[in-house]
């Protein structure tokens, strides 16, 4: 890959909790505008690794490059600085319960800009429309479904424009509809704000709807086993546990190239 | 750094023109939506162009401030002409249209005045009463199945309580005792010392803490110690759903969850209370020897103004006053809402509960002592 289109390397990492390691030996690299999936079965460390990539966790070992630039080596500044341009929804929305969706929305707007109150309303009323949510500005998420309080997290990630957008299982917990739903806006927000996205999910039906790249955590292992297209992988990967798991289990899938 | 955003709205005779110049970044700070829109609405022209010849970078700022006088168009029914601007940004607002607006449906909620002929606050206190009565009847109902054995409460779990209430308590509630015996030695010192009678200081001390001071500081120690404790879990089982989880294994949440907890403040409160009363009087006896009164003397007299009947008052005191702790605490935490803010609520309602019912317990046992002379 040449270096224009990079945008993300992770470079020989290592993750622990205290002495037990849950992966090591990670190295891949994310391009500019690409869907990237980390995958993998329950346990194999997908969520951890994705919390060392937005700097939650100090990694062992290694080290994660942003537009070239090693976030470990970083200082304080820089780290908050590149964190910035950077959007992140959690598992569970990761919303503050005593704040209404509009607060939420605007609270990076009035820390990082200092746009006026009229004009932060306005862009998160804009913000709200883009995630299917408009009208909602008043409602406390304890009033709005799981679905919504998902599409709501992206719409906080989503308020300062970031460059990356990260996703920690985004449809853990919906139905397929709301899922799908969620997948498309994915794509749109790739495709009109032109960011780089990576998702932890390990549901397959999303993982080929939308991944234009991934790798393959295994948990047995404690590495990565592959890396690229997971259509590619499913039909070439020279490991037969990556073949399955996007094969849904079934041992007859495609070998050998 | 970019140029500076601007605008200019000039209204010709082909209509109106909305200039957007500069960097339209929310870095930069462009002019606020309410400015562009309000200059919008002062033209006479009925037809609106945008025209981003000289517009540079742009990111959300522009989309939003673009979508405001889409908006502000439609308010002064004026025609709305994107014209030039960047394709992207035209995505963007076709895709945040791509959903209709909800709109909230409207609850009636009369004014404050019209709630309060129409007597709602008491009937919140009546239901509030009611439902009070309701656990306490839950409560009763359980003990009573509890007696006879039939009560589904785990023996580890009330142990547990009771460690956790009883020995793990001990540390805090030796340093207020102490300091409130020495507190009420003070007190009394001065005004024995004007009549030389410092002798009755044990007196003092020791029916001070014996009747009064220990029951009522071990219950607010308890109150704001496992109390809040007592809350803050239940109300986060409620939110984590594990109370749901209980009721439908079909277990009685008050008989697994609320009695142990009860139970084991019930036992542990009469306990720590007897501590107190004695590590008071201990409390009590360095202030009273400044006072030239000697160890013998203090032990003597406090041993001679101290009978069971005193101290079986305050235990009494104190097993009333687990009860209640325990009876509140479990309440705010089982009745919590579903949010992390909801917790602290629970917490707070505990405490605060808590500490008024004690004094006003406290009040009404010192009014039936005294009718009843003791």
Redesign the interface.
Known sequence: MDSAREHIRVAGLEMRYGTRVIQSGLDFTVARGDIFVIMGGSGCGKSTLLKHMIGLYEPVAGEVFYNGVSYQDSGVDARAAMRRRWGITYQAGGLF??MTLAENVALP?TQY????V??VR??V???L??V?????E?????EISGGMQKRAGLARA?A??PEILFFDEPSAGLDPVSSRLLDELIM?MRD??GVTVVIVTHELASIFAIASNSVYLDAETRTMLDTGSPRELLRSSPHAAVRRFLARGDATAPAGP | MGTPPRFEVVDGDSGVVLRLMGDWLARETPPGVDDVTASLRQCAGRRLRVDCAALGQWDSVLVSTLRACRAACLDSAMDFDPGDAPDGALRLLALADAVAPHRRPVSVRPGAIRRLLAGEPVIAFVDELLLACNFAGEVVLACGRLVCGRARMRMVDLLWFVQQAGPQALGIVTLISVLVGMILAYLGSVQLQQLGAQIYVADLVALGMVREMAPLMTGVIMAGRTGAAYAAQLGTMQTREEIDAIETLGISPIEFLVLPRMLALVLVMPMLCIYSDVLGILGGAPVAMAMDVSWGQYLAGAQEAVTVTHIATGVAKSLAFGLLIGATGCRAGIRCGRSSEAVGQATTVAVVRAIVWLVIADAAFNIVYQRLGI
């Open positions: 319960s005593a707007l800009t200092s746009l006026d009229a004009s306005e862009m009323s804009y913000k429309a883009l299917g949510l408009a009208g909602f008043e409602y406390y998420p304890s989503i300062l424009d749109q009109v704000l």
